[in-house]
């Protein structure tokens, strides 16, 4: 089975300063990796992927992501945060041949940047 | 990105009625969707797959007559909460993806349904 976890309920910075937002993952063979972002009341609105290649992904909103296969971690980060980053973060697996619909979500890391 | 909008944002009824809310990717076509339902400070539960032209796949535990699923077109499917009761209280999201993409979801704003 595959499996999420989001260690951080919380995460504070301050804007300007980087920040990241940690995920660890475990799935059987080679893993897609996703992380999305969530504002109040809000749907989900994808940020950045990993599939395949470089382990150093870009994605939206200045957010990029690491890939590291030893660790089983993507961690999301950001340079520079802005108050404008403030919201809920998910991370999310899914084995390469698996359905999109059985992507495993983490509980969520809530990002609170203050100025 | 690809489009997804969900309608309504907001509905409330009372208790023993039935709510339809409806699923619509406005720029692509998308055979199979997915239905999640999302507590408080919680993750995303997924509910149901719909695929179009055929039944729906629910996960389990999931009440398959209480919680309808049609799929009647490419462009949209629809979740029907039958008979609410206040415990059905909850944001459901709808999701679908691109055909021949590698997998990102794209989601719908979210439907709060508050059952009096």
């Known amino acids: 089975a595959q499996s999420v976890a989001q260690p951080e309920d919380q995460v504070n910075v301050a804007e300007g300063n980087p920040l990241t937002v940690k995920c660890t993952y475990s799935v059987s063979g080679n893993p897609y990796l996703f992380w999305y972002v969530q504002y109040p009341n809000r749907g989900l609105q994808f940020l950045l992927k990993?599939?395949?290649?470089?382990?150093l992904v870009k994605g939206s909103y200045g957010f990029e992501a690491e890939f590291n296969k030893s660790q089983t971690s993507f961690h999301l980060k950001k340079p520079s945060a802005l108050v404008s980053d403030s919201a809920l973060y998910f991370c999310?697996?899914?084995?390469?041949?698996?359905?999109?619909?059985?992507?495993?979500f983490g509980d969520g890391t809530t990002l609170t940047v203050k100025p | 990105g690809a489009v997804v909008s969900q309608h309504p944002s907001r509905v409330i009824c009372k208790s023993g009625t039935s709510v339809k809310i409806e699923c619509r990717s406005l720029d692509f076509q998308a055979t199979t969707m997915f239905w999640y339902r999302q507590f408080p400070k919680q993750s995303l539960m997924l509910m149901a797959t719909?695929?179009?032209?055929?039944?729906?796949?629910?996960e389990q535990g999931v009440e398959k007559d209480k919680f309808l699923i049609n799929h009647a077109s490419l462009t949209l499917s629809t979740l029907t909460v039958t008979s609410a009761h206040p415990e059905d209280s909850s944001f459901y999201i709808c999701?679908?993806?691109?055909?021949?993409?590698?997998?990102?979801?794209?989601f719908g704003e979210g439907s709060r349904l508050t059952v009096l």
């Open positions: 999310a697996v899914r084995a390469y041949n698996t359905n999109a619909g059985k992507s495993t």
């Open positions: 990993y599939i395949t290649g470089d382990n």
């Open positions: 999701s679908a993806t691109r055909t021949g993409s590698t997998g990102e979801l794209f």
């Open positions: 719909s695929n179009e032209g055929s039944k729906a796949t629910y």
